[in-house]
């Protein structure tokens, strides 16, 4: 049984950084095909593909995060950690990770996702 | 790629056959996911390669489509359907999500 579970704080200041860690099981990152993204949803809004990471490291990322996000893996912990600079309160949501499936490229699983709101 | 859903919001009765409809800025192929999120929850996988049902959602739920035009249908709606809907196209980077559907009673 897959399970995922997001970790980190809820409340940053604006132009703070945001690290977020993703503890995973019932699966490894060492698997050829097997992902881990990171989504978020703004409250009330929609889902958004922030940045993934597959099992050889290929890491794509949202275009309009550019830069101010980074993510990376630890296979040894069964973990992945985002990373966002630069926080904005338009970055206010409830971010996701998921399980990328080995066959093809959708989420089947999923954790329960944590709320991070940015304000000072 | 932009995926556009229509309607934004359903609203229906128990037993309804329901249709969603998701279309796509240029075409996926048949790499298109669709998700039910039900309030305070994360999403959960329903259908994935436009028809493919995940293991273990009920058989009422059924996709269709390639190219540029899908359709998510639920063909009797049960009180546990009552939830917000997703599209996602895994054609091509970015990943990209429609902007849901409520579905309302």
């Known amino acids: 049984q897959i399970t995922l579970k997001e970790s980190g704080p809820t409340l940053v200041k604006p132009t703070q950084a945001l690290t977020l860690t993703c503890r995973f099981s019932g699966f490894s990152l060492d698997t050829t095909g097997v992902g881990v993204a990171w989504i978020r949803q703004p409250p009330g809004k929609a889902l958004e593909l922030v940045a993934l990471i597959y099992w050889n490291d290929d890491k794509r990322y949202s275009p309009s995060l550019g830069s101010r996000v980074t993510i990376t893996k630890d296979t040894s912990k069964d973990q992945v950690v985002l990373s966002m600079t630069n926080m904005d309160p338009e970055d206010t949501a409830t971010y996701y990770c998921?399980?990328?499936?080995?066959?093809?490229?959708?989420?089947?699983?999923w954790g329960q996702g944590t709320l991070v709101t940015v304000s000072s | 790629i932009q995926m556009t859903q229509s309607p934004s919001t359903l609203s229906a009765s128990v037993g309804d056959r329901v249709t969603i409809t998701c279309r796509a800025s240029?075409?996926?192929?048949?790499?298109l996911a669709w998700y039910q999120q039900k309030a305070g929850r994360a999403p959960n996988l329903l259908i994935f390669?436009?028809?493919t049902l995940q293991s273990g959602v009920p058989s009422r739920f059924s996709g269709s489509g390639s190219g540029t035009e899908f359709s998510l249908t639920i063909s009797s709606l049960q009180p546990d359907d009552f939830a917000t809907y997703y599209c996602q196209q895994y054609n091509s980077y970015p990943w990209t999500f429609g902007q849901g559907t409520k579905v309302e009673i």
């Open positions: 390669k436009a028809s």
């Open positions: 998921a399980h990328i499936n080995a066959v093809a490229a959708y989420f089947d699983s």
């Open positions: 240029q075409s996926i192929s048949s790499w």
